[in-house]
């Protein structure tokens, strides 16, 4: 088998989804390797973020309903602002992801429980980018995902 058919066999794994990365450190080395193994999955549309406001706008746009939303764990209290402000002209409830240290995710999400956003479920921690990839496998989605 060519690489082209292990190529279609590991694209087979995915939903086809639209996600989106919001991070003020988007195109710093460690994640531009991140990117990378994203792209190479034609079932996810990806649009990289650095800028809040261009994030919600472009959720704003999307109608397919299969949406990840994967955020800065440093964006993360002013994304949950936001999105909450902008939620009636949202076409889609996104899975929102945040990407962290493991360090800092109990700190972030006792913050998000204290704003007392009713729209997002904590349901997991993960520890590496891995775990996001494989979020977006098959699987049944959740709302809130802490992550590294």
């Known amino acids: 088998m060519g690489t082209s058919g292990h190529k279609e066999s590991y694209d087979d794994d995915y939903q086809e989804c639209n996600l989106l990365w919001l991070d003020p450190k988007i195109n710093n080395d460690e ?5 990378r193994i994203i ?3 034609r079932k996810i549309t990806f649009y990289p973020f650095d800028d809040i406001k261009l994030c919600i706008d472009k959720l704003k746009q999307i109608k397919f309903e299969k949406t990840f939303v994967l955020v800065s764990g440093s964006l993360s209290n002013d994304f949950f602002i936001e999105i909450e402000k902008n939620i ?13 240290s ?14 007392n956003y009713k729209l997002f479920d904590i349901n997991l921690i993960f520890s590496d980018f891995e775990s996001v990839i494989q979020n977006l496998k098959y699987k049944k989605v959740m709302s809130l995902i802490i992550l590294k």
Do not use: C, G, H, S
């Open 88 to 100: 009636n002209i949202i076409n889609v409830l996104p899975v929102i992801m945040i990407f962290t």
């Open 102 to 115: 493991y360090r800092k995710a109990n700190i972030i999400k006792q913050n998000i429980l204290n704003l």
């Open 31 to 35: 994640n531009r390797e991140y990117q």
């Open 39 to 41: 792209k190479r999955i």
